[in-house]
């Protein structure tokens, strides 16, 4: 304690023996290195790391589990990623798993909390969109993808997101599934892949 003195009651100021056992007690325990460890590993979600960023996850709402799709099966693809390749280059659907758990890491999970936390305070522009997807995808994000990633409006009540590539399953279930991307209020999204 930085003045422990003001802690004891008057009644007990004349004690010598209750002097010497506080004295003692504040030199042999130091709580700043556990409050310093605490802000560390949990408040600070730029130096979190384990169960400070799962906290920091349930704070924002976002999970650190995606689903991620097991095979690629004949059929329609869906917004999970898990099926839709044409006839000829895929099996049918026999029952399988078709996702799987992937948790992210400490690093990528943490970029993708600040972006949910970007994503709450959004006020839904095109502008804070780019930068949410500059964030992810951008050459320094989460999970870079090859070409530009960007959010276009369609005028018409739409909006569309843009991506440079093929995005791999992770990168699907982010979009997809997180709930990171931000889609205005009566406004339909829809993902293109070049």
Same mark, same amino acid.
């Given at each position: 304690?930085?003045?422990?003195?003001?802690?004891?009651?008057? *009644?007990?100021?004349?004690?010598?023996?209750?002097?010497?056992?506080?004295?003692?007690?504040?030199?042999?325990?130091?709580?700043?290195?556990?409050?310093?460890?605490?802000?560390?590993?949990?408040?600070? &979600?730029?130096?979190? &790391?384990?169960?400070?960023?799962?906290?920091?996850?349930?704070? &924002? %709402? &976002?999970?650190? $589990? !995606?689903?991620?799709?097991?095979?690629?099966?004949?059929?329609?693809?869906?917004?999970? %990623?898990?099926?839709? +390749?044409?006839?000829?280059?895929?099996?049918?659907?026999?029952?399988?798993? !078709?996702?799987?758990?992937?948790?992210?890491?400490?690093?990528?999970?943490?970029?993708?909390?600040?972006?949910?936390?970007?994503?709450?305070?959004?006020?839904?522009?095109?502008?804070?969109?780019? *930068?949410? +997807?500059?964030?992810?995808?951008?050459?320094?994000?989460?999970?870079?993808?090859?070409?530009?990633?960007?959010?276009?409006? %369609?005028?018409?009540?739409?909006?569309?997101?843009?991506?440079?590539?093929?995005?791999?399953?992770?990168?699907?279930?982010? $979009?997809?599934?997180?709930?990171?991307?931000?889609?205005?209020?009566?406004?339909?999204?829809? $993902?293109?892949?070049?």
């Amino acid at each position: 304690m930085e003045n422990f003195t003001d802690t004891i009651m008057s *009644q007990f100021s004349n004690s010598p023996t209750l002097w010497q056992l506080i004295a003692n007690f504040d030199t042999y325990i130091d709580p700043s290195a556990n409050i310093d460890r605490f802000y560390d590993l949990i408040w600070n &979600v730029n130096t979190a &790391v384990g169960y400070g960023l799962d906290v920091w996850g349930r704070i &924002v %709402g &976002v999970g650190r $589990v !995606l689903q991620i799709a097991t095979f690629d099966y004949f059929g329609m693809k869906g917004p999970s %990623g898990a099926s839709g +390749l044409p006839f000829d280059q895929a099996i049918f659907y026999n029952g399988q798993t !078709l996702t799987a758990n992937y948790a992210l890491l400490d690093d990528p999970y943490r970029t993708l909390i600040l972006a949910k936390a970007l994503f709450n305070i959004s006020d839904g522009t095109i502008s804070s969109i780019n *930068q949410i +997807l500059i964030n992810l995808f951008g050459p320094t994000g989460l999970l870079p993808v090859a070409g530009n990633s960007y959010c276009t409006d %369609g005028l018409n009540m739409t909006i569309t997101y843009t991506f440079g590539s093929i995005l791999n399953h992770v990168q699907e279930a982010i $979009v997809y599934q997180s709930g990171v991307l931000p889609r205005p209020a009566g406004v339909a999204a829809t $993902v293109v892949q070049l």
